[in-house]
Nanobody, 115 residues
Framework: VQLQASGGGVVQAGGSLRLSCAASGSISRFNGIGWYRQAPGKERELVASISRDGTINIVNSVKGRFTISRDNAKNTVYLQMISLKPEDTAVYFC??????????WGQGTEVTVSS
């Protein structure tokens, strides 16, 4: 599985971005797909995920501001981010769990939120 992430950039606080992650496989069959982020000097953290049955999990720190969605026809998962804060600054990585034993990462896309 190959994952191609895009959509990062530099925005002012309060701004919006939409990240995209295009997968080479059929994401509707994946156990899960979603986004992690890693801020400078911090550990990578799970931001949002969608499971095969459509269950969505979003970390508390971004609830109400970030939305994860997927387009199965395009094999693409999106992370819509609004009301961005400087603390959202990080490299965002998409990942995919096609099954219980496989994990794939996309290249990171950098998000910088200026105050």
């Amino acid at each position: 599985v190959q994952l191609q992430a895009s959509g990062g950039g530099v925005v002012q606080a309060g701004g919006s971005l939409r990240l995209s992650c295009a997968a080479s496989g059929s994401i509707s069959r994946f156990n899960g797909i979603g986004w992690y982020r890693q801020a400078p000097g911090k550990e990578r953290e799970l931001v949002a995920s969608i499971s095969r049955d459509g269950t969505i999990n979003i970390v508390n720190s971004v609830k109400g501001r970030f939305t994860i969605s997927r387009d199965n026809a395009k094999n693409t998962v999106y992370l819509q981010m609004i009301s961005l804060k400087p603390e959202d600054t990080a490299v965002y990585f998409c990942y995919a769990n096609p099954n219980a034993v496989s994990l794939y990462w996309g290249q990171g896309t950098e998000v910088t939120v200026s105050s």
